[in-house]
């Protein structure tokens, strides 16, 4: 057991978990309370249908080529959701998941005469963040850094085309590492878990949250030879789930008021 939970191996996945949750996690807790939570799912299926798509007209995985084609697609889906919040607001929620559906369909059929096609689907989904490189963990921490310096120093960025645009910059480099599904954990797995607390608490929780489901989800991977993605998705949702329910335990019973006669 100890071999497997080997820090050189499991550091760097770590160290890539804690760069997503960085610039994931703010995002989250606005996508929640704007209420279009699957708009993270749409954004970084957009942004995969774009990395499947240099990747079949020659470009190198994970290169430069392919990030920028990624980010193309993804600010593409984002100032298209950004028309459409404006001009449908009322049938946001439903375009999403069509934008997700038809860009994962997509992935599919551009795919399928890839002899390898199935795996390129999986990894889109599920991510390899097990290998991920020295060089994507750079690319990812200028990512996160970019992300949280806009949304620090142009709060204006929040709103509107600033708020598709800072997404669309945050799924593009950890979609292609961590997949579809963890990327939508990181965003609304923690936001979730802290949802009814203060708003001073709010931002710490849901990192802690996020670290520790990142963190379990990995050692468990290691020791039971599990796929990293699915174990770190589960490993967050107990976390958030074991926060939720401390913090309600935590909560004092109301106690009934007696009337005076």
């Known amino acids: 057991m100890t071999e497997a939970l080997n820090l050189s191996l499991l550091g760097p996945p770590l160290l890539a978990g804690g760069l997503v949750l960085a610039s994931h996690v703010p995002l989250g807790l606005q996508v929640l309370?704007?209420?279009?939570?699957?708009?993270?799912?749409?954004?970084?299926?957009?942004?995969?249908?774009?990395?499947?798509?240099?990747?079949?007209?020659?470009?190198?995985?994970?290169?430069?080529?392919?990030?920028?084609?990624?980010?193309?697609?993804?600010?593409?889906?984002?100032?298209?959701?950004?028309?459409?919040?404006?001009?449908?607001?009322?049938?946001?929620?439903?375009?999403i998941g069509t934008v997700f559906v038809l860009a994962a369909t997509g992935g599919a059929l551009l795919l399928a005469g890839s002899p390898h096609g199935s795996e390129h689907l999986r990894d889109l989904l599920v991510g390899q963040v097990l290998w991920v490189g020295s060089e994507q963990l750079w690319?990812?921490?200028?990512?996160?850094?970019?992300?949280?310096?806009?949304?620090?120093?142009?709060?204006?960025?929040?709103?509107?085309?600033?708020?598709?645009?800072?997404?669309?910059?945050?799924?593009?480099?950890?979609?292609?590492?961590?997949g579809v599904f963890l990327v939508f954990s990181c965003l609304i797995l923690p936001a979730l878990a802290v949802q009814g607390g203060g708003s001073s608490v709010r931002l710490p929780l849901a990192l802690a949250v996020g670290l520790s489901g990142f963190a379990g989800g990995l050692a468990g991977a290691a020791v039971f030879d599990?796929?990293?993605?699915?174990?770190?998705?589960?490993?967050?949702?107990?976390?958030?789930?074991?926060?939720?329910?401390?913090r309600r335990r935590s909560r004092p019973l109301a106690r009934p008021i007696k009337e005076v006669s």
């Open 139 to 178: 690319v990812m921490a200028g990512v996160s850094l970019a992300v949280l310096a806009l949304r620090l120093g142009w709060p204006a960025l929040r709103e509107g085309v600033g708020f598709y645009a800072l997404f669309a910059l945050a799924v593009t480099a950890s979609v292609q590492v961590v």
């Open 33 to 95: 309370a704007r209420g279009i939570v699957f708009i993270d799912l749409a954004v970084a299926q957009v942004a995969g249908l774009g990395a499947v798509l240099a990747g079949l007209l020659g470009a190198e995985a994970h290169g430069p080529a392919t990030q920028g084609a990624a980010a193309g697609a993804a600010l593409a889906g984002a100032l298209l959701l950004t028309w459409t919040d404006r001009r449908w607001p009322q049938l946001q929620e439903a375009l």
């Open 226 to 246: 599990l796929p990293a993605g699915p174990a770190i998705v589960w490993s967050m949702a107990a976390a958030g789930a074991a926060l939720a329910w401390l």
